[in-house]
Every structure is written in structure tokens, then in C-alpha cells.
């Protein structure tokens, strides 16, 4: 497990503890990679993320045209994995996790031991502080750079 | 009133019992919940649907059909399960003071007619 | 007969299904009538199967007659249906009393001080139990009396938790010290290896193997649904299977001990047998350690 924000890495190790999901990524909702615990190719990370941070954006979309208030989670099951999204807040703004769990645990775990985590990352996160802009050039840098801490290169 | 909601008053009306539900054991969620406050029905349905698959597979691995009733006990309550057809389980939390007997017998009953 | 077993009489044949049964059983025994006493308690047990005090009056009437085994599955039943009864506590401990088994005993005891700590005979029978001791606690057989004849085993039968000889010597295997021996007891460790014991008789005891993989880490989820319920620390888990009775109890921090027993013998039984094993496995592995 690596993680970008030293404050993730106990509620995250507690839900991985809890939950035995196989996959975890957290990310905000433009896709920056915040933690990830199971991936092995950087790539496969970037992929999930863009992917993961597009799906919880058209279905808020999706919400907000059926004049539903924001889906809490979104499950899909598949026959050997299953994967969960779920968007959440947190005093650094809205994130979202994406989980993918096999059948020796469940849904129901899943989301439990989820739901706990965001409670705790919302009690050990530092009080939030001015973020300058994110400018164009940066941003590639400041992936790489992130890359590099979550895959510890 | 439907049947699950039928079978959850009986249960409920079993003095000592703090909260039933009917859970879908394989997910661990919620399908329908009578509980009185201070009873979590998502940990009760995670936690309870875990255990049950657990123990279903402890006894197949003992070659026994698998259980119908299952009770865990702690120090300040207990967690009772009765499996009924297709993945459904009615589950209640109970005070260390309640009825056991009575609780089990319903719940025997009840999770049979479920559907 | 007297006027309140004629009453009692009455009533019972005007409303069979109404619980004077409890009443007019208890009069009869107190008065020596034990046949007559035994089949109205048994009526009334047929109609309510899950009355603990219908269990604890049949297992002082049965304990009267001399059928201690009987009397022991019965309060077994009545401890299963409500744990905290001190009658049914008093009554297995003096049975234990009488089997030798005197720290079994002493445990049943004192949780029937924890549940009634204002009950003197408790304290009285506690203070006199000991291994020395030959004559059963006063205290105890004010709830239960003693039978005239001396006390044979509880049940020699392989189930039986009465242990024959108290004082074997140090057992080289988990249950050696348990009556019956390991057959249907198995301590688990918490990565799901068997430490001993096995389920059958087949080499290898292959089924012991599945169930012991299948409990690894069940001490952990038992434990942290009982938390997170707000339930406490776990003591047992019971299953009930059409096949049999599975009780899973902590044997220690890293070891869950299974016992498992046909479907004729009741849970409460299993219960028990499941936490003397318990105690036999705690023994052994401070021996290990």
C-alpha cells in the first residue's frame, strides 16, 4: 500500500484489514491518485483512475437529471470480482474510492468497513491549507512525481 | 403487511430482542430491518452474512447439511441467525437477557417463511 | 392429598395448556410423589419445549429419582435456553460435585454467584467445596437434593463430560484428560491448522482439515462482530445443524476449540462438554508454551 498523504495510511491500512479487498484506489475526483494498494503497473493505476473518476462523474450527471440526490455508492458484480465506487468528502475536498473485492469477502463488508474509513479520514485529516493553482506544466510533474511515491521508485 | 414484515413483529415482539432483519447473507446487505436505536443494521448485516457463509462452510467441510440456526454469544448480547430459502437469513440482536428459547423458536419458524 | 395439589389438580385438568403444570409438578416432588411428578412435568414439557423452568423442574425431579444423566441434559436444556439461571448453574455444579469434577464445579458455582451474588447458598457451597470434600454442599442440595444412593458416574457414555479419574496425569495430546477422548473436539490455531483432535476416524482425519481451514481467523470475525454490535467479547458460537451441533468456544487468543456431537444430544450439552474441552486445550498448550 502507498499513499501520497502520510494521514491516509491508517484508515486505509484498517479498511484493507477489514475489508480484504484486493484492489484500492483513492483518488479525487479529477482523477489525482491520492493512495492504491494492490496495483502493480503505474499504468493500470493512471487507467483506473481517469476510468474510475469518469464514471462517478456521469452518473452524478445521471443523478442530477433524475433530480436524485448524488448516488452513495456504485457496485458492479462480476462473477470472480466485483468492483465498488463510491464518492465521499473529506476536509481536502471530494474523493473517490475504487474497490475491487473477490468472493471471500462481500459487498456488505466492503461497505461497512468503507463508510468507517471515510469517517476516519475525516477526523486524522490535517486542517486543510491553500492549495496554489494546478498550472498545465506542473500537472505532468506532479504526476510522475506521484507515480513514483505510489509505486516506491 | 408483508411477510417479511410479519416476520420481523414476531420477532421483535420476543421480549429482549433489540432489532431484526432480513439480510441477503452472500452480500451482507440489508433486505428489511425492524431495529430499536442503537442497533447498526449495515454492521449487523455485513458482519452476520459473513459469519453465516463462513459456518455454512465449516459444516459442509464437516459433511453436514447446513445449519439452521446459529447463535453467537457475548458478554452483552447476543447475535442469532436463522437461514431461510435463496441467500436470506433473519438475523436478530438480542439483550443478554432475552428469551433465547422463545427467540429460536420463532425465528425457526419465521425464517421457513420467508421468500 | 393436600389441598393445593387437589387445586393445582383441578385447575391443570380445566386448562391442560396452562402452566399450573410447573406448580403442581414441584408440589409432588416435595411431597416424594416422583412418578406422579415426573409425568406431569413431562406433559408439560411436551407442550412447552422451550419453558427453561419446565427443564430445571424436570431435572430436579429427575435428580430426585436417582437419573443424574437425565438430570444433567436436562438442566443442560434449561442452561441453553436462559444461561443465567442459577438453579440450573447450582444443579450442574453439584453434579460435577458428584462426578469429581471439582473445578468444573467451582466454575458453574461462581457464575451463579455472578449472576446472584446475594444468594447465600451459593457462597456456602463454594466456601465448603474441595477436593477433600465427600458430602455435596449443603447449600446446593438445599436447591437439589441428594438422592439416597451413591453417586455413579454422571453418564459413562463417550459424551459425558464427567471426567473418571480427576487426577490423570499430564496429557501429551489437547483432550487426553477429557472423557471420550478427542473424537469430535478439534483446537484450531488462527491460520486454520489443527493443533489437535480430529472430527472422524478416517486416516489423516481429512475432514478435520477442511473444518480447521475454514476457522482460520474465526476468532477475529466472531470477536469483531460481537464489538462492533456492541455485544462484548464473544464466548461461543452454536450451530445447529439437521446433521449435528457444532459449539466453537476460544480456547486461547490464538485457538478456537470445536467440539461437534450428533443431533440427539442437546446444544446445552454440547455447550458444555465444549467448554471443558476448552479448558483440558488451555492446560495443554500453557504446557507447550
Not at chain 3, 172 to 196: C, H, K, N, Q, T
Not at chain 3, 212 to 229: C, D, I, N, Y
Request: proline share 6%; charged share 20%.
Amino acid at each position: 500500500m502507498k499513499a501520497l498523504e502520510p494521514w491516509v495510511v491508517g484508515p486505509l491500512e484498517t479498511f484493507l484489514a477489514e475489508s480484504a479487498a484486493r484492489l484500492t484506489l483513492l483518488m479525487t475526483t479529477s482523477g489525482q491518485v491520492v493512495a492504491q494498494h494492490g496495483f502493480s503497473r503505474s499504468l493500470d493505476v493512471m487507467t483506473a483512475a481517469a476510468l474510475g473518476a469518469g464514471i462517478v462523474a456521469s452518473t452524478e450527471e445521471l443523478a442530477r437529471l433524475m433530480g436524485a440526490a448524488r448516488f452513495e455508492a456504485l457496485v458492479h458484480n462480476g462473477q470472480r470480482q466485483s468492483c465498488m465506487l463510491a464518492a465521499f468528502a473529506t476536509p481536502r475536498g471530494r474523493w473517490i474510492g475504487l474497490v475491487v473485492f473477490g468472493p471471500e469477502t462481500s459487498v456488505g463488508i466492503v461497505r461497512l468497513f468503507f463508510d468507517q474509513m471515510v469517517q476516519q479520514l475525516a477526523v486524522v485529516a490535517p486542517r486543510e491549507q491553500a492549495q496554489p493553482p494546478m498550472l498545465a506544466e506542473n500537472f505532468e510533474t506532479e504526476l510522475n512525481a506521484s507515480l513514483k511515491a505510489l509505486f516506491g521508485r | 403487511m408483508t411477510t417479511t414484515q410479519t416476520v420481523l413483529d414476531r420477532v421483535t415482539r420476543v421480549p429482549g430482542v433489540r432489532g431484526a432483519l432480513v439480510i441477503a447473507a452472500t452480500d451482507g446487505l440489508v433486505v428489511a430491518e425492524q431495529l430499536m436505536d442503537g442497533v447498526d443494521g449495515q454492521a449487523a448485516a455485513a458482519l452476520t452474512g459473513s459469519l453465516v457463509g463462513r459456518l455454512v462452510r465449516t459444516a459442509e467441510g464437516a459433511a453436514m447439511r447446513p445449519p439452521a440456526f446459529i447463535h453467537l454469544r457475548g458478554d452483552g448480547g447476543s447475535v442469532l441467525a436463522a437461514l431461510g430459502p435463496d441467500d436470506l437469513v433473519l438475523v436478530a440482536v438480542v439483550g443478554p437477557d432475552a428469551n433465547l428459547g422463545l427467540a429460536r423458536l420463532e425465528m425457526l419458524d419465521a425464517a421457513s417463511r420467508l421468500a | 392429598m393436600t389441598d393445593d395439589i387437589r387445586g393445582l389438580t383441578a385447575r391443570l385438568a380445566d386448562e391442560p395448556g396452562s402452566l399450573a403444570f410447573l406448580e403442581l409438578a414441584e408440589a409432588l416432588r416435595r411431597r416424594g410423589q416422583l412418578e406422579a411428578a415426573h409425568k406431569v412435568a413431562r406433559g408439560g414439557l411436551a407442550r412447552y419445549p422451550g419453558l427453561a423452568d419446565a427443564h430445571d423442574l424436570m431435572a430436579r425431579i429427575l435428580s430426585d429419582q436417582g437419573d443424574l444423566a437425565g438430570a444433567f441434559d436436562a438442566w443442560a436444556s434449561a442452561l441453553q435456553l436462559d444461561p443465567m439461571r442459577t438453579s440450573a448453574l447450582k444443579g450442574v455444579g453439584f453434579l460435577y460435585f458428584r462426578a469429581g469434577e471439582s473445578a468444573a464445579a467451582m466454575e458453574h458455582l461462581q457464575r451463579a454467584l455472578e449472576v446472584d451474588p446475594d444468594d447465600v447458598s451459593i457462597r456456602q457451597a463454594i466456601a465448603r467445596l474441595g477436593p477433600a470434600r465427600p458430602d455435596p454442599p449443603a447449600g446446593v442440595a438445599d436447591a437439589t437434593p441428594a438422592p439416597a444412593t451413591p453417586p455413579p458416574a454422571v453418564t459413562p457414555a463417550a459424551d459425558s463430560p464427567a471426567e473418571a479419574t480427576p487426577e490423570e496425569p499430564a496429557a501429551s495430546g489437547p483432550f487426553d484428560a477429557v472423557d471420550g477422548g478427542e473424537r469430535g473436539l478439534l483446537l484450531v490455531d488462527a491460520s486454520g491448522l489443527r493443533l489437535g483432535g480430529r472430527l472422524a476416524d478416517a486416516p489423516g482425519d481429512p475432514a478435520g482439515d477442511r473444518v480447521a481451514a475454514q476457522l482460520a481467523g474465526v476468532s477475529r470475525e466472531a470477536a469483531r462482530a460481537t464489538r462492533l454490535l456492541g455485544l462484548g467479547a464473544w464466548h461461543t458460537i452454536a450451530l445447529e445443524s439437521p446433521d449435528g451441533h457444532v459449539v466453537l468456544t476460544p480456547a486461547s487468543a490464538e485457538t478456537v476449540l470445536v467440539a461437534a456431537r450428533e443431533a440427539s444430544l442437546p446444544m446445552g450439552r454440547v455447550t458444555l462438554l465444549a467448554e471443558r474441552a476448552a479448558r483440558s486445550a488451555r492446560a495443554w498448550l500453557e504446557e507447550q508454551s
